[in-house]
């Protein structure tokens, strides 16, 4: 699967590829990740990518061409890529979402800047807006960083154990609930003790706990 991000500050999305899972990744040709500059697309004599508002207001609006014309040039290497705009007004981002957006061919996800991005571009370029809750960040960078590696542990051999994609928080097999807490070596710490049915070994009645300490909250 391609990624393509669009952003104003490449060089704080680049580092994030270049280590843990998501270069595992890479590295096994699973995934390609490639972060564009939009202001390399501008057309004016300063590169200048934004002004002010029409009907006024505060901040500054990012234009369309830039953004339009850098999309129009990765679709002739990756046409059917599916566009996404990370934008507060956009459906919030659930697990079910991210299996259906890995069935993609590719995604290009525009992380925007200042108080957003000029409503024709969206209107030309965008499929969808996704938005990962009721809050607001300086730009669209970490959410599209968020919906990478979301998809990306989704992707068949990208885990080294092929059942954790598969039995976790949100997942069908917990009915869409939250994932039992889980415990580890020691037996006992700070006075805390682990559970005596996940010590039993007695594999019923550890489900039947697993089962019971999902939560929905």
Known sequence: MRFDILSLFPESIAPYFQSSILSLAAQKNLVEFHVHNFRDYAKNKHNKVDDTPYGGGPGMVLSPQPIYD?????????????????????????????????????????AGRYEGLDQRAIDL???????????????????????????????????????????????????????????????????????????SGHHKNIEKWQKKNLSLD
Do not use: W
């Open 70 to 110: 850098c999309i129009q040039s990765i679709k002739q290497q990756n046409p059917r890529a599916r566009v996404i705009f990370m934008s507060p007004r956009g459906q919030t981002l659930t697990q079910n979402k991210l299996h259906s957006l890995k069935a993609e061919s590719g995604l290009i996800i525009i």
């Open 125 to 199: 370029c965008v499929d969808e807006e996704i938005s990962l809750g009721n809050f607001i960040l300086c730009g669209g960078e970490l959410p599209a960083l968020c919906l990478v590696e979301g998809i990306t542990r989704l992707i068949p051999r990208v885990l080294g154990n092929s059942a954790s994609p598969i039995f976790e928080s949100f997942s069908p097999e917990f009915d869409g609930k939250k994932k039992y807490p889980v415990y580890t070596k020691p037996e006992e710490f700070q006075g805390l003790k682990v559970p005596e049915v996940l010590l």
